[in-house]
């Protein structure tokens, strides 16, 4: 069975980093798009990244440019997602997916795995990352 399981979330200050490990069982990362997206309460849900790994691609929402960076380790079939000089409203519930290759813009590729959510390609259960001092 196709499993994503994220880990690495907690409780950092405003200006402190993490990083995120998305590992899969069931498929080879490499093979598909990936994405991270977040969603705090009360608001919706946004994407944060999306890589084509086979094309070498990073793509970063607005807010993640500059701060956030995806890596990935082929050995142990995992992605990570780096953070660095994170606010407050960065606090969210942060989950990673897997798609299909999009032949269309990144941009539009990221938007189409939020649109589509939980209902299609695979989803992790998310971790928690909370920004507070």
């Known amino acids: 069975q196709v499993q994503l399981v994220e880990s690495g979330g907690g409780l950092v200050q405003p200006g402190g980093f993490l990083r995120l490990s998305c590992a899969a069982s069931?498929?080879?990362?490499?093979?598909?798009?990936i994405g991270w997206f977040r969603q705090a309460p009360g608001k919706e849900r946004e994407g944060v990244s999306y890589?084509?790994?086979?094309?070498?691609?990073?793509y970063y929402a607005d807010f993640a440019k500059g701060r956030f960076a995806v890596f990935r380790d082929s050995a142990k079939n995992t992605v990570y997602l780096r953070m660095n000089v994170l606010k407050p409203e960065d606090t969210a519930v942060y989950y990673c997916?897997?798609?299909?290759?999009?032949?269309?813009?990144?941009?539009?590729?990221?938007?189409?795995?939020?649109?589509?959510?939980?209902?299609?390609?695979?989803w992790g259960q998310g971790t928690q990352v909370t920004v507070s001092s």
């Open positions: 890589i084509r790994f086979s094309e070498g691609y990073e």
């Open positions: 069931g498929l080879t990362l490499d093979s598909y798009g």
């Open positions: 997916a897997a798609g299909p290759d999009c032949d269309a813009h990144p941009a539009v590729c990221m938007a189409t795995m939020r649109r589509y959510w939980m209902t299609r390609g695979y």
